[in-house]
């Protein structure tokens, strides 16, 4: 009797150590899944002629954007179903225009650590 207790706990310690291996496992071909999607979809776009420039919240379904599409850039609002094109813009009009130096550095190099940082610079202290 003594003998099977401790047999059965034994089994049911290697079965949580399995369980949390297969856990473990799955958890990890998911992070590297959602890099290697994030790296093509950045792969792809990196190479288009759209970009977006700025982008405003005006409520969780509605965005007012600035568009770079080739040399022009455009103000459009993007709704639930509907893209409007508002305005179109010079590039002397915008009051500030990233390089393409910044463009590419404020998208790929940032990492949560970076923006964590920059929001508790922005949140006052007590």
């Given at each position: 009797m003594i003998i099977m207790n401790a047999f059965s706990k034994w089994e049911n310690f290697f079965q949580l150590i399995g369980v949390l291996l297969v856990f473990l496992f799955v958890l990890a071909i998911t992070y590297f899944t959602t890099r290697w999607i994030?790296?093509?979809?950045?792969?792809?776009?990196?190479?288009?002629?759209?970009?977006?420039?700025?982008?405003?919240?005006?409520?969780?379904?509605?965005?007012i954007q600035i568009m770079r599409v080739g040399t022009k850039y455009l103000v459009i609002s993007v709704c639930k179903d509907t893209i409007n094109v508002l305005a179109e813009l010079t590039e002397e009009e915008l009051t500030w225009k990233p390089s393409e130096e910044e463009f590419q550095e404020s998208r790929m190099n940032e990492n949560f650590q970076e923006i964590l940082d920059k929001l508790k610079k922005k949140i006052p202290r007590k």
């Open positions: 994030a790296q093509y979809q950045q792969g792809v776009m990196k190479s288009r002629n759209i970009q977006v420039v700025e982008a405003f919240r005006v409520n969780n379904t509605k965005f």
